[in-house]
């Protein structure tokens, strides 16, 4: 497993470097301090996760990200990593195709567990953006970690779990079509039993709920 | 005697007025005495004594080089004097140097007038014959300088006797010198106009001097007041500076935190990741030590966070986003999340729970509270912490109670100052840095509250904020909320409404989110084509109008739902006509009708029996 660290402290990257490390001896790292370094470095080596800044040297906030989605085809998924977590930071984010936000501000224990969980193909969202949306409780998921569920327990089809599984990544539904080559109709039909199982509308609540519901989205 | 009285100096100034420079005063007259028709007076001059010197010269021949002399000798001074006004137009001096430019004036005016006073001497023949009409046409022109020049030396006063002394004095005795009657009383004309010239000329001299004088205090008045208005004006600009400067000096303090806490985070939290990253490695004593550092990181992290909450109340970026929330989630977490901390210190925690619905800000609002119960649990050492609410009117109190050590009355107002901490209270400063409050009123304010603390020392505090209150809910919707039910089958469902009535559209939607749903609406086929192209989920059941603009109708709408998704999508039909044509009715007998205005509880029961699991689609099929 390859993950691009794209932070400009250098402190900052040490540290998530030696906590992933920790966790998992066989990830290899590539560090990159700011947007035009990250995107080379992504372009040389594809990564199989981005741990994004979104307070980069030049970009601020949500256009650090969509710039460097933009800059890739296909883009790695994108997990940014903020010092910032407010409710709507977090959609945006979310809504512009990062596949998780973990809040730098989390204290010490939740900001490793929430990292551990990426690691493991988890998604996390801050609880912030759990208590805006009615009806949704805070998931006891953040302090503890059960077992992750994988989508498979929804009784999706391998071909709705893998489209799935691209959606949560980050690609949007035209270039899932265009890569697995179907129409996009399609690609919303086998979207549609993950949507229903969720009660969701859209890939954002998909996101939050799936990281509410601790599910996997490991292919 | 009358020369006498003449050559007076004046007695009487014009009473001076306080703020008028006397230097300005003087000249001003001497100007306007340099400046008052100067052409036309030596014209005037010059054609009296040229008229004169041509009467004498026809009726006394042998007299002719003597007026020749006479005449020639004043119009040399009139000529000195148009000099002098040339020169003195070109300079154009100031009040100063205007003093010594007066005696090429005077002396010349003064000559011109002595010679015109001396004229019967000179030029009256001893015996021709002549001597009384000459004598009469001098006199008259000495009577018509005398009186006619009063207005040119009135400007000035000491110009008067001046200017008027010798030409009298010289008349007066040349007339003497003429035996007869006719001469004494031509003399004593002459004495008459120089006094009523002098008389003339002090009246107009008041009049000007009073007029220069309120013309120089106006003109003080309006420099005085330009000057205070410029003044006013620099006061004002250096207030503003002043203000501008705070303002900024605000913000880049504003700027400097937000940056600092930011930056400094950042190692923060790669330690925080090092610890971590450390601990399972290490062991015994280590490892206490490695448990110490992280707790360390955790409170540092926490200060970190006040300031930065701090920053951002302050700088506005924090913006409220008021929604109607249910009391109760909030209580939980708060109960949640201080249960262990509270249990840790041995004290009694509880929360009330409640069935409020209030409108505010769900994160600002339990942040506020957060900061509260902290504060109480850190403050109270033995008995117990309770969070609650009470109504009134239309708002509510939630309120936290302690049994701790208490604030004195004094203290009250300053509790709510950054980095104040209550003398006698633990004080330990890795506990906080006294911003605790300070930050829930600024947020209470955000939220349109004010704080309220009552407190004994010693016996416990009780901090509170009002909210609006939405309203209560009823008992049964909760517990049906609870318990999974009659609702649950339309939670998280999907509905589309197709209706050219945006009325209708609008409430249909409203109440399909009471119930749960997600809805979306179209008021056309063609904007049907574009809802089903945006979202990304296709519908779990149609709501459609019978008749939809002129020609359009809900089961073409039906059709385009289900060829687009290539589902057998439910749906359900409304309308609000009373008797359908026999074709549509035949088309609508397939979909259950709903008749306007729909009934809550008809269109739920016909909706959830749409979305039953396994149910027909379709009546037909």
Known sequence: MRILIVDDHPVMRGGIRACLHDLDAAIGFVEAADLQEAVRAAKAQPADLVLLDLALPGVSDIEALTAFRASLDPCPPVVVFSATDDPGTVTAALDAGAMGFIPKTSTPAILQSALRLVLAHGIYVPPSVLRRRDGMQPSSSTSAQPALRRLSELGLTPRQQQVCTLMVKGRPVKQIARDLDISAATVKAHLQPILRALGVMNRTEAIVALHRLGFSIAD | ?621
């Open chain 2, 1 to 621: 005697m009358a020369s006498e009285h003449i050559l007076l100096p004046p007695k009487t100034q014009a009473p001076k007025l306080a703020g008028v420079d006397p230097r300005v005063l003087r000249a001003r007259q001497i100007r306007l005495y340099i400046e008052t028709a100067p052409v036309f007076h030596l014209l005037a001059v010059g054609f009296a004594v040229g008229g004169a010197a041509g009467l004498i010269w026809l009726y006394a021949p042998e007299q002719r080089s003597t007026t020749l002399l006479w005449a020639l000798a004043i119009a040399a001074m009139l000529l000195v004097r148009l000099a002098a006004w040339i020169a003195y137009s070109g300079t154009r001096p100031d009040d100063d140097a205007v003093r010594r430019w007066l005696k090429w004036f005077v002396v010349p005016h003064a000559c011109s007038m002595a010679a015109i006073g001396v004229a019967p001497l000179l030029l009256v023949p001893s015996a021709s014959g002549h001597e009384a009409e000459i004598l009469l046409t001098i006199s008259l022109l000495v009577y018509v300088v005398a009186v006619g020049s009063a207005q040119k030396f009135s400007a000035y006063r000491p110009v008067v006797p001046i200017v008027l002394g010798p030409m009298v004095l010289a008349f007066v005795a040349s007339m003497l010198w003429f035996p007869g009657i006719a001469p004494k009383v031509l003399a004593f004309g002459g004495v008459v106009a120089g006094l009523w010239s002098h008389r003339m000329a002090a009246s107009f001299n008041r009049s000007i001097v009073q007029s220069m004088e309120l013309s120089i205090r106006n003109e003080n008045l309006v420099a005085a007041l330009e000057a205070h208005g410029a003044r006013l004006r620099e006061q004002t600009a250096i207030a503003e500076d002043a203000r501008r400067l705070a303002e900024h000096a605000e913000r880049a303090k504003t700027r400097f935190l937000a940056a600092a806490s930011h930056d400094l985070r950042q190692p923060m939290h790669a330690i925080s990741l090092l610890v971590g990253a450390l601990r399972p490695r290490s062991s015994g004593a280590e490892r206490e030590i490695m448990a110490r550092l992280g707790r360390s990181v955790e409170v540092m992290d926490g200060l970190f966070n006040a300031i930065l909450d701090l920053s951002k109340l302050d700088s506005g970026a924090m913006k409220p986003e008021i929604a109607e929330v249910p009391l109760r989630a909030i209580l939980e977490t708060i109960e949640l999340h201080f249960g262990p901390e509270a249990a840790a210190k041995n004290l009694a925690f509880s929360v009330f729970a409640s069935r409020a619905v209030v409108k505010t800000d769900a994160a600002l609002l339990e942040r506020a509270l957060r900061n509260l119960v902290s504060n109480a649990i850190k403050y109270t050492r033995e008995g117990r912490v309770l969070v609650g609410c009470r109504r009134r009117g239309g708002r509510l109190l939630i309120a936290v109670w302690d049994t701790g050590v208490g604030i004195a009355a004094d203290h009250l107002d300053q509790v709510f100052e950054e980095y104040f901490q209550v003398d006698g209270s633990p004080r330990d400063r890795s506990q906080g840095l006294g911003l605790g409050l300070s930050i829930v009123r600024r947020l209470a304010r955000l939220l349109g509250s004010e704080i309220e603390v009552a407190s004994v020392p010693g016996t416990g505090s009780r901090f509170g904020l009002e909210v609006p209150l939405a309203f209560y809910r009823r008992i049964d919707t909760e517990s049906q909320a609870a318990q999974p039910g009659r609702y649950a089958a339309l939670e998280g469902k999907f509905i589309l409404i197709v209706d050219d009535e945006a009325d209708a559209r609008f409430g249909t939607e409203a109440l399909l989110r009471e119930w749960g749903c997600h809805s979306a609406s179209a008021g056309s086929l063609g904007e049907l084509a574009t809802t089903l192209e945006r979202e990304l989920r296709f519908p779990d059941a149609i709501i459609a109008d019978y008749r939809i603009g002129e020609r359009e109708t809900g089961l073409e709408a039906i059709s385009a739902v289900r060829a687009y998704t290539g589902e057998d999508t439910p749906a359900l039909i409304v309308t609000g006509e009373e008797f359908l044509e026999t074709d549509a009715l035949a088309a609508v007998a397939i979909f259950p009708v709903v008749r306007k205005p729909v009934a809550i509880e008809q269109l739920r029961r016909h909706l959830l029996a749409a979305l039953e699991p396994g149910a027909a689609r379709t009546k037909a099929a």
